[in-house]
């Protein structure tokens, strides 16, 4: 029988409930216009100032940022030492929407139908969105059951975009950031974002110590060409995490993150893709040559077979239990 554990559910559903003052959305719903391919009005230029006494810049994001980094830390200390140490790097895998049953899905992200992790894997990360923010994977309770009928270690990662502008304009002061300027309303809309993937997490039972947020380029939902109105909504995602007493890390690669959100730092927890590569290039990734925004190498990831396929990095498996929650 599943379940959530009933502190972690309570401070996730505190949140959700009692985050804004003036909240007159539901956060449950995705935005009824959908997010829009290509540019639109909502989506700043390089040289907006429009934010007002809360702007940050892609290197200097803000007060928030080293605040998110330090309490990252403190939460995932307190899933330390539940998972007996191992000696050596673990292999495991992540799933999401494409190894759902082909067919389902937004249009512009049906699902695949591509295999599911090997008998070999011992953790899986499951997505929570279905691509872009406000699209959930419609198939994540099969997913998180399969996890769980097989006692695997899990825990869950995010894929964050940039809103349309009705989206922007609807969750423009549903947060905790000030809605006046406009990376206030992105922080906002990111912290949303997030908020609906707890909602899909708790539904669907998923237990995790950590929730990964991946930054890369979504296809058909562009990012903007600002780095620093796109960290927002990273910003904004991560705070939400954290207020529902989630640990947070950061999946990218290098030249991903930079191509995004420019100089921005977290220095949070980092999983790394290699690609189309091999076990051996994504041991490679765990060193300080790749690291993406100044944070501790915990995953690498490589791709063969039709499979997302990932091992932990080196001493990260003598303290599992910050990192996977076990079945």
């Not at 216009?33 to 909502?42: I, V, Y």
């Not at 995953?299 to 990932?310: E, K, T, Y």
Request: net charge negative; glycine share 12%.
């Amino acid at each position: 029988m599943r379940r959530v554990a009933s502190v972690s559910a309570l401070v996730v559903l505190l949140s959700l409930t009692a985050c804004s003052a003036q909240d007159d959305g539901d956060p449950k719903a995705a935005p009824s216009s959908g997010q829009t391919k290509g540019a639109d009005p909502g989506k700043p230029d390089k040289h907006d100032d429009s934010d007002g006494g809360t702007e940050g810049d892609a290197g200097d994001p803000g007060s928030e940022a080293s605040g998110l980094a330090e309490m990252a830390e403190k939460l995932a200390n307190q899933e330390a030492g539940t998972i007996p140490p191992r000696d050596e790097p673990v292999d495991g895998a992540d799933i999401s929407w494409p190894q759902c049953p082909e067919g389902l899905g937004i249009p512009e992200r049906r699902t695949k139908g591509l295999p599911m992790p090997t008998d070999d894997a011992e953790f899986v990360l499951v997505g929570l969105t279905n691509g872009p923010g406000f699209t959930p994977n419609p198939c994540l309770d099969d997913q998180v059951a399969w996890v769980e009928d097989r006692g695997l270690m899990a825990s869950a990662y995010s894929v964050v975009s940039y809103p349309d502008a009705a989206t922007l304009d609807q969750y423009a002061w549903d947060g905790p950031f000030d809605g006046s300027g406009l990376k206030g309303k992105l922080r906002n809309v990111g912290y949303q974002e997030a908020r609906f993937n707890l909602d899909s997490l708790i539904a669907a039972d998923l237990q995790t110590p950590i929730i990964w947020i991946d930054v890369e380029p979504v296809p058909d939902f562009e990012w903007s060409g600002d780095p620093a109105a796109n960290a927002a909504i990273v910003e904004g995602a991560a705070r939400a995490y954290t207020d529902a007493g989630f640990s947070i890390g950061i999946y990218s690669t290098p030249y991903l993150w930079q191509s995004v959100v420019g100089d921005y730092t977290l220095g949070v927890p980092e999983w790394r893709a290699a690609g189309q590569t091999s076990r051996d290039e994504a041991l490679h990734r765990c060193g300080d040559d790749w690291s993406i925004q100044g944070g501790t190498a915990v995953l690498g990831q490589w791709v063969a077979g039709s499979r997302d396929l990932n091992v932990t990095c080196p001493d990260i498996a003598a303290d599992l239990g910050r990192w996977f929650h076990q079945y």
